[in-house]
């Protein structure tokens, strides 16, 4: 399974925004902003953004490909990553509400 929030916390420790990150691999900045949200992305894009991090591929991933073996991946607990999983839940609440609206529920 991909942990995609590693990207934001690569990116404060190397000091580079997402914009720059999006402007190195030839993307734009809500192509990042939503392969994080989603946890997915093609292969070229997270190819590119672990070379720019300069982290392996599999650095984003629970698994190993090379050892084989399961890796643990700490989520940094700070107030940014709190915030912005708020926000998400916030979005899919919010969806949710639309869609039951929707059908009359």
Known sequence: MANFLLIRTLCEERKITMRELARRIGRDESTIQSAIRRGTTNTKTIEKIAEVLEVPVGY??????????????????????????????????????????????
């Not at 700490?74 to 059908?103: D, F, V």
């Open 60 to 105: 984003f991933f629970d698994t190993d490909p090379v050892a084989g073996s399961r890796t643990v991946v700490a989520l940094p607990e700070n107030e940014e990553t709190i915030n912005y999983l708020k926000q998400i839940l916030e979005e899919k609440e919010r969806t949710i509400r639309i869609l039951m609206a929707k059908q009359g529920l």
